[in-house]
């Protein structure tokens, strides 16, 4: 499906520039685009190097442990096929924490250690998401965070009466967006057929 | 209660950073020792994400500029027209779950188009508010461990957001009502 989505991205894009006489627009949009996904990794190394030193603290302390322990009767239910108190329930709880609090810069670091917790108990090959992850995944998309700031910010500046007035709103429909994540998931999860891991 | 949310999101990192190395040393780990340890893998971790980044921001920076989707949308409105939906939300639904920051554009200029308390206003800043950057998070986090194959997960990623979008209209509908 995504190798359909990612060519028809760009055929219907290059097409359509054709026909409205800007294919000047194209090469540009590429590279600019190459650049900023350059950045945005190379940002990456400062804080993924940051918190997988203090991960593996906090590993090393038994509290990614103590914590995977404490959510353990969402998560048997959520993951099935990750152990019980694995070092990946931590790390996910984190990131979805992180995520719910707004911390963007925290949650990417969390969910990449996640998925590399989850990588290690993929038991299919190493090119291909394992069930876990697509759960984990379809949270981590569904889920966001509480107060979302910018969208208040924009409300205010454009003189909203009650710019926080969203919130309840949102919340509700995140809380509706990750029961029907978790849902769909079980659904699609035995669509394709159990492949373990 | 937002100010609890707002106070707590500031102490929590401060906290992480003073309790765990706090706790590792009172469990006798070498603080210094396994922090440089396990930070090792950043770089390698984060350079691994390039070619996937690379890949997919290209397509969406491509149909993003080339107008292809103002096409798919005159195309789509018909049809939502005829189910009830509002269409002048259909570029940001089209555009959240690939591009977060041409989302907040589109979701900025119908704010101030329409006004922040208006209906619109209110079904944006929701959907803002409730969608993620679907796109971007699977091919940032599958990319990080090397997983080309990502299964049924762009389905269901897709899924959950058309949830939400629906979700969105029929909430800010009865509460605002």
Known sequence: MVNLIWLGMIVFGIIVAGVNGNIEVITKAALDSANDAVTISISLIAIMTFWLGIMKLAEEAGLIRALAWLVRPVMRFLFPSVPKDHPAMGAIVMNLSANILGLGNAATPMGLIAMRELQKLNRGREDTASEAMCTFLALNTSCVTLIPTTIIGIRLLYGSADPTEIVGPTIMATAISMAAAVLFDRLLRSFYGSRGG | ?177
């Open chain 2, 1 to 177: 209660m937002f100010e609890f949310i707002a106070e707590a999101s500031r102490w929590a990192i401060p906290a992480v950073l003073l309790f765990v190395p706090v706790i590792a040393a009172l469990r006798k780990v070498k603080v210094y020792e396994t922090f440089v340890d396990g930070a090792e893998a950043g770089f390698a971790t984060a350079v691994k994400t390039i070619p996937f980044l690379v890949a997919m921001l290209v397509a969406i920076g491509i149909f993003r500029a080339s107008g292809a989707m103002e096409v798919m949308v005159n195309t789509l409105s018909p049809v939502l027209n005829l189910i009830g939906l509002p269409t002048d939300v259909l570029p940001h639904a089209i555009m959240r779950p690939l591009s977060g920051g041409a989302a907040l554009g589109i979701a900025s200029d119908i704010i101030k188009t329409h006004g922040p308390d208006s209906f619109l206003g209110r079904l944006v800043s929701t959907m803002q508010g409730s969608c993620d950057t679907t796109f971007y998070v699977l091919t940032l986090y599958f990319g990080s461990v090397g997983v080309k194959k990502y299964r049924y997960s762009v389905m269901l990623g897709l899924l959950a957001d058309l949830t939400t979008l629906f979700a969105s209209i029929i909430i800010v509908r009865s509460v605002f009502n």
